[in-house]
């Protein structure tokens, strides 16, 4: 008896587990399996409705706005719910309820009750395949003109996707006629189109400074609910360093329905509201930005070029005033960026030219090798120094002072300071000056260059006046930085400070001291040595501005062979870097000339990159309200310089 009643507790407990088993198991699968396979499905009960944050907005340092968000908003289709007999029912009942007789004297629940009467008699009288055809042209009838389409547009949008279970029919559309579009789904009782909040990045001056504000773009991601999502983030430039803080945080809302399937009002905890993004102030001005942009562009134009970048700085903080760029595009069509988005300010390396030969000048003068007076032999063009290569000048020389290797920018005088100084020394200023590594701008994708010491004598030769090296024309620009300040390298600042909406600072970003590279006395010398550059038996007399001195070296090189080995004839990178006024420098600005092909003049810094930044000066220094420091008088006349 005992045996016989515990064999039947045994067969019962394993039926009641079996049976809680299979519960268990269908309950899994509705819950997290199946949950977006209709309305069946637990997660049926609700709809998710992202909430967007608004983006914050990227200002100059006058907070002049130069991106900001647009609230806007796209309609998607939900397969799952669109091809589901059972769900879209409900929208056919409440089409055929709304023409009957006393609607609109009817009760909420009164009017619930008719519609579900009605969507008994559909769901007896017609296939699910014919229910699913007439909610889907009753939905295309409704939907099509507030959304912009013929109602053969909206079908072949929807048919043609057979495959997707999710995707768009319709984007960046403007709020109001996004809540149009809202209110007639609900009103009514449309399924499987789905209303989506979403933004869009505008840009006030699409082509001012392209490549240094960067855009955004759409990354697809997975939500909770394994739908599509469609997030923006910053792609490129200060969009995508400074993303963690523009982006902001989504918020949500839950829209609740009932067993029936129609949507009923949600629960306080069924809202989280977005949380806006912050503003990042850079340290561009707008009004100089849009100076260098012209002369830049006016420039390449007139000397041929189709590549080439102007860069301007605040000598005391690092920050960058201006950075123009070319080839460039424009941030709010986004054509061509494949070609034209690279920043040749800081993603290009070339070998620099004359421009490079304040390393070794101002490191001999730093150490008390030589004094401005200093005289220097540099053997009439042609130097051997064991075996090293010979070094050659184009324009051979005598006997030059300090001074005067820097006017001439002689070749042969450079090396034999930067022999005094030793490989080691040299190339440790090198490394002071932040040649080859990066400057660590808030920019993406910047590159590092090339400054090593092989300990091979000839690449030391040529590293000397600017060849066996590869740099960016914004390490030239914060080289000479140094010499225009305090004698310190500053860390480049693009970003100035996180603003909230309320106009409260966050954070402000202060100058950076990167590396002490001069004595404060020997950046003086060198100012003054450098405004024999522009002076009358320099190599930059193209680049005087009227009213003030200005100190700058020019940098001629020519082009490396990226196909094959050596250099292109004829071919050159040309530049100049000058700042004023040369005893107390308000900017730095450094030129940087492509492959110039005019026939006008020859391919050297003085003489093509030269004028470009005089140009510029001239009107930078009218915005800036400098005041001259020399009698103004007639314009020097041009002639050919390296």
């Known amino acids: 008896m005992n045996s016989k009643f515990q064999s039947r507790c045994i067969i019962l407990c394993l039926l009641l587990v079996s049976g809680l088993s299979a519960l268990s198991y269908r309950l899994v699968d509705i819950q997290l399996v199946n949950r977006r396979h209709g309305p069946k499905g637990l997660g ?152 989506e909040n979403s933004i869009k990045r505008w840009y006030t001056a699409p082509d001012i400074a392209p490549h240094l504000v960067g855009f955004t773009g759409e990354v697809e991601r997975k939500g909770e ?109 986004k054509e061509n960026i494949a070609e034209n988005g690279w920043n040749y300010a800081l993603q290009t390396t070339y070998e620099p030219g004359s421009t490079i030969k304040i390393v070794a000048t101002a490191g001999a003068l730093n150490e008390g090798l030589v004094t401005p007076t200093t005289s220097i032999f540099c053997h009439n063009g042609f130097f051997q120094n064991g075996s090293a290569a010979p070094v050659k000048d184009s324009h051979p020389a005598g006997t030059l002072s300090f001074e005067g290797v820097l006017e001439k920018s002689n070749n042969i005088g450079t090396y034999k300071m930067a022999l005094q100084l030793g490989a080691n020394r040299f190339y440790d200023y090198m490394d002071r000056w932040g040649f080859g590594k990066k400057t660590g701008i808030l920019l993406s994708d910047e590159s590092k260059g090339s400054a090593r010491n092989t300990g091979n004598p000839s690449d030391f030769s040529r590293a000397s006046f600017g060849y066996a090296t590869a ?65 009358p038996g320099g190599t930059a007399k193209a680049a005087v501005v009227d009213g003030f001195k200005v100190a700058g070296k020019t940098g001629t090189a020519e082009k490396f062979n990226p196909k094959g080995t050596g250099y292109l004839d004829g071919h050159y990178i040309v530049s100049f870097v000058g700042m004023m006024p040369a005893d107390e420098p308000a900017f730095v600005c ?47 006349a041009n002639s050919e310089s390296r």
């Not at 007896?124 to 909610?135: C, Y």
């Not at 561009?284 to 006016?298: H, N, R, T, Y």
């Not at 202060?510 to 003054?528: C, D, F, G, N, Y």
């Not at 003489?607 to 008088?633: C, D, H, Y």
């Open 225 to 333: 609910d394994d739908k599509p999502l469609l997030t923006v983030e910053g792609r490129f430039g200060v969009e995508k360093t400074m993303e963690p803080y523009l982006a902001g945080k989504d918020g949500w809302r839950k829209h609740w329905r009932n067993s029936s399937g129609l949507v009923i009002s949600g629960e306080p905890s069924s809202l989280m509201p977005p949380r806006a993004g912050l503003n990042v102030q850079l340290t561009i001005d707008m009004g100089l930005q849009a100076i260098v942009e012209e002369e830049l562009e006016a420039g390449l134009k007139e000397f041929e070029s189709q590549k080439g970048t102007a860069i301007l700085m605040d000598p005391k903080t690092g920050e960058v005033l201006a950075m123009a760029n070319r080839p460039h595009f424009n941030l709010n069509h």
């Open 44 to 195: 049926a009960n609700f709809q998710i409705e992202k909430l967007p944050a608004i983006r914050g907005m990227i200002v100059d340092r006058n907070e002049e706005p130069i991106a900001k968000t647009i609230p806007l908003a796209s309609v998607s289709i939900d397969r799952y719910r669109l091809d589901d007999a059972d769900t879209v029912s409900w929208g056919l009942a409440a089409q055929e309820a709304a023409a009957t007789k006393g609607w609109a004297e009817l009760s909420p629940k009164d009017r619930t009750k008719r519609i579900r009467t009605i969507r008994g008699v559909i769901l007896a009288r017609d296939t699910p395949e014919i229910i699913v055809q007439k909610h889907l042209a009753y939905s295309i009838g409704v939907l099509a003109r507030p959304l912009g389409l013929r109602r053969e547009e909206l079908r072949d949008k929807i048919e043609g996707n057979k495959k997707q279970m999710y995707f768009q029919v319709a984007k960046n559309l403007p709020i109001d006629l996004a809540d149009r579009v809202r209110e007639a789904i609900e009103e009514n009782g449309i399924e499987g189109f789905i209303v």
């Open 590 to 636: 450094a030129v940087v000339v492509d492959d110039p092909r005019t026939t006008k003049v020859n391919h050297y810094g003085g003489s093509v990159a030269g004028p470009i930044f005089k140009k510029i000066a001239e009107r930078v220094a009218v915005r800036m309200n400098l005041q001259p420091t020399e009698p103004v008088k007639s314009p020097l």
């Open 471 to 535: 740099v960016t024309p914004l390490q030239v620009a914060c080289a000479y930085t140094v010499i225009a300040g305090d004698g310190n390298l500053r860390k480049p600042r693009i970003v100035r400070a996180l603003v909230a909406n309320d106009g409260s600072v966050i954070q402000k970003y202060e100058p950076e001291i990167v590396a002490s590279v001069l004595k404060p006395a020997t950046a003086k010398k060198m100012r003054t040595a450098l405004t024999k550059v522009t002076g």
